[in-house]
């Protein structure tokens, strides 16, 4: 019960996660280009409000889910798990040390004048929103795959021995 319940959250969040992420990346991301600057930076500015906590949230679900799982499980399954974690850590160090820091001049270029170097700022953004949309794909990608090994190792294992009492109710 245990494993199943962190199998069922850690895919919940993980695949939250990335969808979010990709959703950004996909749709949100390209439409900030799209744009005149100042639409851009008012636009972004007032999405952060509602953003940050929503993700920072589902960012460390994903960690603590992958975690909880990668305890409930063996052998390569655990590694896998595992990574997912790593995965879903990186995803929150870059959000937390790259793209924040940068927001928070964004909000500074939304109220007076731009940096003379915004350009390279947004570019710089960008490459690490990159990187942690790869990051959250990744653990959701590792996650899976740990579902499936742990699921084929539990298949593996072979059948209940005919000594066991449920083995031996069954086939009387």
Not at 55 to 61: N, V
Not at 150 to 158: D, V
């Amino acid at each position: 019960m245990n494993s199943r319940c962190a199998r069922a959250a850690a895919l919940l969040t993980t695949g939250l996660l990335a969808g979010a992420f990709l959703y950004g990346w996909a749709i949100v991301v390209p439409t900030f280009a799209a744009v005149p600057l100042d639409i851009h930076l008012v636009f972004r500015t007032e999405l952060m409000k509602s953003n940050a906590p929503l993700m920072q949230t589902l960012m460390g679900s994903a960690l603590a889910t992958s975690v909880w799982y990668a305890l409930t499980v063996r052998d390569k399954a655990r590694w896998a798990a595992a990574g997912a974690a790593v995965l879903a850590l990186i995803s929150l160090v870059v959000t937390r040390f790259g793209n924040v820091p940068i927001n928070l001049e964004i909000k500074e270029w939304a109220r007076g004048p731009l940096d003379p170097g915004y350009q390279g700022r947004l570019r710089a953004w960008e490459a690490l929103n990159d990187a942690r949309v790869a990051a959250a794909v990744g653990g959701l990608v590792l996650l899976v795959v740990a579902v499936d090994l742990s699921r084929s190792g539990a298949a593996t294992e072979g059948p209940i021995q005919a000594s066991h009492p449920v083995a031996r109710s069954a086939s009387e």
